[in-house]
């Protein structure tokens, strides 16, 4: 029978601590340069000109049909060759990241904004919006009431995607852990302990998006 | 004087003529009911008024200036031409004072507080000062379509169009909503009107049009095309919507 001692663990807090911003950063990064992006390639998506929708449309089904980790990987060792400056575990980390989340994202922002009833477009453009103005003002803000769901799933599956960044000696939670468990040769209390926190951070911020979503329904 | 001019106005869909060239002239204060089966093209009619559909052929002339096809142009005209729609069309994720007020302060660019004050005012005339905080979910239909009737008049259209408006409510509710457009006629504003209320058209209308088949069939003053009509179409159209009224 194992016998859990997390003093071990605790004896590196600093080191998990530093861990935990590592982890923050990146996902702060990712989530913002993913969500974003994705946003520009799922109006492309909806797009009817062909000029945006066939790069777009690349765009996602390259990224959703190649591995986060394989990108990664290739960002850190294979881009380097190829171009004439060295990318740093973090950039390499955040491009996969991001371009993986942007590419799944897209296809959550081109839905969404799809199941708008044309009926709303015909009223904005009715009282003489431009097209900007009816997105903006009309079929966004309902849109984005009704992605808020799928986009909360995005933005925990990059929180936790954040420790693929550890394959490229990234220094975030999952890369610490990695470090604590080999000098002090306790797997077990040391990916617990990580476990622990990504559930910790993340649960709250769930909670806080339900808030969110019934505060955007209000006028339902 | 010509308020709006259409010229061989043509739409397919799919390559099905809907519309087969029509040539209508407005005159300012001309209320205008359009009837005519389902299908017979009343409605792609008026979304080719106001270029919701962008006709294949033919031209609208707005006060004697032909409209182009620049998204400018089709965007200016449609400041100046309101739109009632059968399924009322309110934006859901604002409330009705909202709603009211959203053409002016984000199309005309109108200061917030006089937006509010012209919105107000609107709502009180077609009865629903009380409602102005309320959602659409939260109107009846009859309400809502009195909002979307505020909706477009705040904007001080110069041509109304009435896309069925009375077509998705219950018939208790229609009542009120004839009342507020029957309100807007006495003003002397001018209005095409898509609608299946024979007795409203009668009395509101001052010119009928029939369509059939995306043409103009019949068009007269409201006592000859739907007291006398001369065509047989005309005829039996009538005869059928008549076929159970007391």
Redesign the interface.
């Known amino acids: 029978m194992h016998q859990w001692d997390f003093a071990s663990v605790l004896a590196n807090r600093e080191a998990l601590l530093v861990g935990a911003i590592g982890t923050l950063r990146i996902f702060a990064i990712c989530l913002v340069a993913g969500l974003s992006l994705g946003f520009i390639v799922g109006l492309g998506r909806y797009s009817r000109n062909r000029l945006f929708y066939w790069p777009a449309t690349a765009f996602t089904e390259f990224f959703r049909n190649t591995p986060v980790l394989v990108q990664i990987l290739w960002f850190y060792f294979a881009l380097p060759i190829l171009v004439p400056f060295s990318i740093g575990p973090l950039a390499a980390a955040a491009m996969g990241i991001s371009l993986n989340s942007a590419a799944f994202s897209a296809e959550i922002f081109r839905g969404g904004i799809q199941s708008i ?1 044309r ?2 477009w ?10 900007g ?1 009816a997105m903006r ?2 079929v966004l ?2 849109a984005l ?1 009704r992605m808020t769901p799928a986009l909360t799933n995005r933005a925990i599956e990059i929180f936790k995607m954040s420790t693929l960044a550890s394959a490229v000696a990234y220094v975030e939670l999952l890369q610490q852990g990695k470090l604590i468990a080999s000098l002090n040769f306790n797997p077990i209390e040391a990916y617990t302990a990580v476990a622990v926190i990504f559930f910790v951070c993340l649960w709250p911020l769930v909670q806080l998006t339900y808030v969110l979503e019934r505060r955007l329904g ?3 | 004087m010509t308020l709006l001019s259409l010229r061989g106005i043509t739409k397919r869909f799919d390559g099905k003529p809907v519309l087969a060239g029509i040539d209508l002239d407005v005159a300012r204060g001309e209320r205008i009911a359009i009837l005519g089966a389902s299908g017979s093209g009343k409605s792609t009619l008026l979304r080719c008024v ?1 270029f ?1 559909e962008l006709p294949d052929e033919g031209s609208v002339a707005l006060d004697g200036e032909t409209v182009g096809r620049r ?1 400018r142009e089709l ?2 005209v ?6 009632v ?1 059968q ?1 009322f ?7 009705a004072l909202d709603n009211v007020m ?2 002016l302060v ?2 005309r660019r109108v200061a917030k507080a006089a937006a509010r004050e012209r919105a107000e005012r609107e709502l009180a005339r077609v009865g629903l000062a009380d409602k102005a905080a309320a ?3 939260h109107l009846s239909g009859g309400q809502k379509q009195r909002v ?1 009737i505020a ?2 008049v705040a ?1 001080d259209p110069e041509l109304l169009l009435f896309d069925e408006p009375t077509s998705a409510l219950d018939p208790e509710l229609v009542g009120e909503v004839l009342g507020v457009i029957r309100a807007l006629a006495d003003e002397g504003r001018t209005m095409l009107l898509v609608t299946h209320e024979l007795g409203f058209a009668y009395h509101v209308a001052t010119r009928v049009i029939f369509l059939a088949e995306g043409r103009i069939h019949e068009s007269g003053a409201p006592d000859e095309v739907l007291k006398a009509p001369r065509r047989e179409r005309t005829q039996a159209f009538l005869r059928r919507h008549k076929e159970f009224s007391l």
């Open positions: 009833d009926g709303q015909d009223g904005a453009r009715a009282i003489g919006m431009t097209a103005q003002r009309i803000p309902q009431r209000r006028s339902e | 106001n919701l998204e965007t200016r449609r400041q100046r031409i309101g739109m729609f399924q069309n309110l934006f859901p994720h604002m409330t959203e053409g984000t199309v959602y659409p979910a979307a909706r477009a904007m």
